[in-house]
């Protein structure tokens, strides 16, 4: 690697560091995912049947489970039912049985990829769902302004708190080397090419160590690196061929470390915002980052945007993709929709006017 590519590299992981810091003193918070379609209502706070969904292996979970067992001891209501997550089974089983439970509310205290795998289940059910955040990102958590470290408040806004309705969105990914094919939810921001990448590299004793810092290594890794063509389809209209190193698909725009990577994409507008990155080099990708940042609204050449409610994308070789932070496989071509208003959800009461 010569040495102003290894300079530009370092600058971007030095930029990247302050610029987190940064954005935690302020944008943690002021930001407010604000509702689009209606506001948040009042629960019906009577007597509740609560399922938890608990992925055990998280080092908060026995403390989590213990809180809410208090505090459903508090309000009255029976004992909650607790359901645990395996390797082989991560929420899907648990979410039926929580359902045949006759649940009100089913509360997920896990990790991003936990709380994807229920909201699948729970979509268009009309059940609720209250988010217990114990992982390493907490995207879902962040964009609905929970605070991830304060469990006792988190589980007050889960059982108690007042709901409203969000999109979900699905990604269909099709590989036609291997035959394979398969349909998952997701909430917050999936994607194809470099992101995935990243994730499926990143060093898992880093991130026990550091958290969601430790994507930062493996990206400075992987910014190096060629484009690819795909085709792109917006809501059924014509096909786009264009050369990328990825492509997101966002529900909710803000990501850790403070940043609102997509400041406009909101979690219940009924679109998804669609990034189409295509840099020739890492000084392209600084240049991205700056702007988002610095939240510039001019156009770059090497990162554009959309709003679409339908998107396919066709690869002529599998590229890997990803689900909320979980890699999903390659792919050859993506299908991905919104659906709009199609989770029922807990969130922290609105301040009275």
């Given amino acids: 690697m010569s040495d102003w590519l290894l300079y530009l590299l370092s600058a971007a992981a030095l930029a990247f560091a302050v610029s987190s810091w940064w954005g935690v003193r ?9 509702a689009v379609a209606e506001d948040a209502h009042e629960a019906d706070l009577g007597h509740q049947r609560v399922a938890v969904i608990l992925n055990p292996v998280k080092a908060r979970a026995p403390e989590a489970k213990a809180a809410i067992q208090r505090a459903c ?35 997920v205290g896990g990790g991003d990829g936990t709380v994807r795998v229920v909201a699948e289940s729970l979509a268009h059910t009309g059940v609720a769902m209250g988010i217990i955040p114990l992982g390493t990102g907490n995207l879902l958590a962040r964009n609905l302004d929970l605070d991830v470290n304060d469990l006792h408040s988190n589980v007050q806004t889960a059982l108690f708190g007042q709901q409203r309705y969000i999109d979900t969105a699905r990604m269909g990914i099709e590989n036609s080397r291997t035959g394979h094919s398969s349909e998952h939810a997701f909430l917050v921001i999936a994607g194809i ?31 190096p690196g060629r484009r690819r063509k795909v085709s792109i389809t917006l809501d059924d209209g014509p096909e786009q061929a264009r050369n990328i190193r990825s492509v997101l698909f966002a529900n909710c725009g803000l990501v850790p470390g403070g940043i609102d990577f997509i400041p406009q994409a909101m979690i219940d507008d009924g679109m998804l915002d669609v990034v189409v990155m295509s840099p020739r080099s890492a000084l392209g990708w600084i240049i991205m980052y700056g702007k ?10 090497i990162m554009t945007m959309y709003r679409s409610g339908k998107i396919v994308i066709k690869c002529p070789e599998p590229m890997p993709t990803q689900l909320d932070g979980d890699t999903s496989g390659e792919a050859t071509k993506l299908t991905v929709r919104v659906e709009p208003g199609s989770l029922l959800i807990r969130v922290k009461g609105q301040p009275q006017a």
């Fill in 73 to 107: 001891l508090a309000a009255g209501w029976d004992d909650p039912l607790f359901l645990e997550t395996t390797m082989e089974d991560p929420g899907y089983t648990q979410a039926r049985a929580a359902l045949d439970y006759k649940a009100d509310v089913v509360l």
């Fill in 292 to 301: 988002v940042l610095l939240r510039h609204r001019g156009n770059l050449p």
């Fill in 26 to 34: 302020k944008l943690k918070a002021l930001h407010i995912r604000s």
């Fill in 193 to 223: 090419g470099l992101d995935a990448e990243i994730l499926a590299d990143t060093n898992d004793g880093l991130k026990k160590a550091v958290g969601w810092l430790a994507y930062t290594e493996a990206g400075m890794r992987h910014l």
